[in-house]
């Protein structure tokens, strides 16, 4: 399958967000789901964390600048929440339906990533083991979004698309992709 690339949309569009590109790019290749976030503009403006030597998994990730990717079966109501951190940390979740169910996802203990910094710029790969989820070979469909934290505290909430009056990443709306 070639690789999709998509950008995301701010919530609410202002000023300070105008100033910021999100670029989502993933590709499936058999079970395995290749996936890349990339932040351009004027990163200095940002509440970013310094990358760690030694990332582990951690909760509430989105309470700071994050990037997510959601996965679930295309006719299935569970799905999967992978939250990655500029830092290196991550955390993976499954969901029964929507909202309902959160817990960790035991399958997973670690995520094979990398955060590239550039000069007003940074990219954050990782890959996906689809076999972990009970996917294999099964046709998925993906949300992607991402919680950018401006130094003064700011948040902007960025998605393929935003599927209600308050961001809401979990929305049926936001699985726009299909793989």
Known sequence: MPQSRVMLQPFRPNQDTATFAVTGMVERVGDRLSLAFELTGPIHRLRLPS?????????????DTCFECFIGAQIASAYWEFNLSPAGHWNVYHFDDYRQGMRPEAEFDGLPMEMLPLQEAMRLTMAIDLTKMNLD???????????????????????????????????????????
């Open 137 to 179: 070979g099964r046709p998925i469909r993906l949300a992607l979004s991402a919680v950018l934290v401006a130094s003064t505290g700011e948040k902007s909430y960025w998605a393929l698309v935003h599927g209600g009056d308050k961001p809401d990443f979990h929305h049926p709306a936001g699985f726009r992709l299909e793989l």
């Open 51 to 63: 990358v760690v030597a030694h990332p582990e998994r951690r909760h509430g990730l989105w309470e």
